[in-house]
């Protein structure tokens, strides 16, 4: 896999990106690591590297849901309402009239199956227009906030289970979590996934890991990078499950091993393999994926999905051979600042690609993960 040292080292030189760490593992452990480049001025980057991981953190959230349907206290198909009634306030939002937003009660029933799989209604702004508009127009504050009232701030874009669209669902399945089960998300999370995993790195506050947190760098207009403040909020009511956790490359690792050893790691149980053949089988019930179209260029570029791509409980989904990358059945996704990940069930491989940059998937990020996985393939 020597090659791959070569692509990340390009990457940085070319400034495609400003610094990478990079690991790969099959079932036993891992193997291959690489660093390079500055993760923050004057600290080269390692595997002991912080980041902040954002999305990430939804596939986290999704096994804690499993976790609790794995001991028979949640299905795929319960009602969100049936846990908090307050489900039902949320509106749809149905057009425009002139500047004022036009909104509907929603139809359907949103289940818990649509919340892990971005088909609930719920639609992130940065690829949604109609909700960044709504939130300019509606003066609502800005997501983030880490205030529970926030679950109830936005409009669904769209009826529960008629479209998918990128979005807060897994916000609200951690809130949905915490009232069926009675501990916070982030006890939860501490005692049911990262203690018995030995994730002494993953986090909800980044205290302990502050002299070796990641710097973010945002592309400017020259084109060049430069320090950006953006983080997820601190001491929240609620943290979301969406976005609210740190880790690291080793760390983030473990967690992807466990799944390529259906729920069990070193001795600990987290998931039945009945549970994790339900939470890595497609769930999307036939709805397709649609690109992402960016509404904040700073933030994100458009995404778009390769073909035969679907969605499972807790991960994008590929249902075709990649030639030259990942096979079928290969799951992962990523987190805004560029962190990246997949696990390859087939190939018995699970990789991390991470650094702290923005917008999301711009063209020379996207070229770099490309070079890597194919990298990574060859040289396997």
């Given at each position: 896999m020597h090659q791959a040292n070569n692509v990340l080292t390009d990457a940085v030189s070319a400034g495609k990106v400003p610094f990478a760490v990079a690991m790969v593992s099959n079932d036993e452990g891992p193997i291959y690591s690489f660093a390079t480049g500055d993760a923050k001025t004057d600290h080269l980057a390692s595997e002991r590297t912080a980041?902040?991981?954002?999305?990430?953190?939804?596939?986290?959230?999704?096994?804690?849901?499993?976790?609790?349907?794995?001991?028979?206290?949640?299905?795929?198909?319960?009602?969100?309402?049936?846990?908090?009634p307050t489900w039902n306030d949320l509106q749809v939002l149905a057009g425009w009239d002139g500047d004022r937003p036009v909104l509907r009660p929603q139809q359907g029933t949103a289940t818990i199956r649509h919340l892990a799989t971005h088909t609930s209604g719920l639609e992130y702004e940065i690829w949604n227009a109609d909700i960044l508009r709504?939130?300019?127009?509606?003066?609502?504050?800005?997501?983030?906030?880490?205030?529970?009232?926030?679950?109830?701030?936005?409009?669904?874009?769209?009826?529960?289970?008629?479209?998918?669209?990128?979005?807060?669902?897994?916000?609200?399945?951690?809130?949905?979590?915490?009232?069926?089960?009675?501990?916070?998300?982030?006890?939860?999370?501490?005692?049911?996934i990262f203690g018995p995993l030995g994730m002494r790195d993953t986090v909800f506050e980044p205290h302990a890991l502050q002299d070796r947190l990641a710097d973010i760098r945002r592309r400017n207009a020259e084109g060049k990078f430069e320090i950006s403040n953006f983080a997820p909020p601190s001491k929240p009511e609620l943290y979301g499950m969406g976005q609210a956790l740190y880790s690291t490359a080793p760390d983030y690792l473990t967690f992807l091993r466990m799944i390529l050893n259906r729920g069990t790691l070193n001795g600990h149980q987290v998931l039945s393999p009945g549970a994790m053949d339900t939470m890595l089988a497609d769930q999307t019930q036939g709805l397709p994926f649609r690109t992402m179209r960016s509404a904040i260029p700073t933030r994100s570029v458009d995404v778009t999905m390769p073909p035969g791509t679907t969605h499972s409980f807790a991960f994008v989904l590929t249902e075709r051979d990649q030639p030259g990358k990942r096979r079928a059945g290969a799951q992962g996704w990523a987190g805004i600042c560029n962190t990246h990940y997949w696990?390859?069930?087939?190939?018995?491989?699970?990789?991390?690609?991470?650094?702290?940059?923005?917008?999301?998937m711009e063209p020379a990020f996207a070229e770099t993960y490309d070079a890597f996985e194919r990298a990574i393939y060859a040289g396997l």
């Open positions: 980041f902040r991981i954002y999305s990430m953190t939804k596939a986290v959230g999704s096994l804690a849901a499993m976790i609790l349907m794995d001991r028979g206290h949640l299905t795929l198909d319960t009602p969100v309402a049936d846990i908090d709504f939130i300019k127009a509606a003066g609502v504050s800005p997501r983030n906030t880490g205030r529970r009232a926030e679950l109830q701030s936005y409009p669904l874009a769209s009826d529960p289970g008629t479209r998918w669209g990128y979005g807060t669902g897994i916000d609200w399945l951690g809130h949905i979590v915490e009232l069926v089960d009675g501990r916070r998300i982030d006890a939860f999370c501490r005692e049911e696990f390859d069930p087939a190939a018995n491989i699970a990789a991390v690609l991470m650094t702290q940059s923005l917008p999301f």
